[in-house]
């Protein structure tokens, strides 16, 4: 029952490092999500995956890129760190449309 | 675009107490609606959803949400509350197509006390 599970749990960056976040579902879900969480703004969408494949911008994606590796998994790689993309990272997956998302206990990520 | 509104940051209320937590969407398609809970260092868990059919939703742990078209709101209420119902607590909507994007509103934390 490991659902979504997300690596590395806690990281910290220095400005202008590289890394990767990693997200992989065991549900056999078409959709994935990246998002980003601040005090007092909800969730904001980064990318998303529709299908296996395909990749889309959401309300949030300048500094952020993403992978589609296969249908389980769904990278969000930060090419240059920068103290602005302090947050707690959510990854997420739904079976379709019309069905709930299914989140990850998230990454979070403190840029120096 | 959508967007959300969740009028109230944080709502404390004494245990066993009713709750209501308000919130409002804005939207030129149908949507569907959703209220997420999230406990201290976790992810996102959905307490119910509204994607059609009866305004009344019944979720999980006594919670219950009703849709209300006209102003378009989608209220959150528990008549009884507990002290493990603290947290916080997210509404959503998504469009009726396509991906499902998210969007959510700024949150409600959700202190009960003794």
């Known amino acids: 029952n490991a659902g979504v599970t997300q690596t590395p749990k806690f990281q910290v960056l220095k400005t202008g490092q590289s890394m990767t976040l990693q997200c992989a579902q065991d549900m056999n879900h078409n959709s994935m999500y990246w998002y980003r969480q601040d005090p007092g703004m909800g969730l904001r969408l980064i990318y998303y995956s529709a299908s296996e494949g395909t990749t889309d911008k959401g309300e949030v994606p300048n500094g952020y890129n993403v992978s589609r590796l296969n249908k389980r998994e769904f990278s969000l790689r930060l090419e240059s760190a920068a103290p602005s993309q302090t947050s707690v990272y959510f990854c997420?997956?739904?079976?379709?449309?019309?069905?709930?998302?299914?989140f990850g206990d998230g990454t979070r990520l403190s840029i120096l | 675009a959508q967007s959300v509104t969740q009028l109230d940051s944080q709502v404390p209320v004494f245990e066993e107490a009713p709750v209501e937590l308000r919130c409002n969407y804005s939207s030129s398609v149908s949507v569907y609606l959703f209220w997420y809970v999230q406990y201290p260092n976790q992810g996102l868990q959905l307490l119910l959803k509204?994607?059609?059919?009866?305004?009344l939703v019944k979720g999980i742990n006594g919670f219950e949400a009703e849709f209300n078209k006209s102003q378009t709101s989608f209220h959150l209420r528990k008549p009884s509350v507990h002290i493990s119902d603290t947290a916080e607590y997210f509404c959503?909507?998504?469009?009726?197509?396509?991906?499902?994007?998210?969007?959510f509103g700024q949150g409600t934390r959700l202190t009960i006390n003794p």
């Open positions: 997420a997956s739904s079976r379709s449309f019309d069905q709930p998302q299914h």
């Open positions: 959503a909507v998504s469009v009726m197509s396509g991906a499902q994007k998210l969007v």
């Open positions: 509204y994607l059609s059919g009866s305004t």
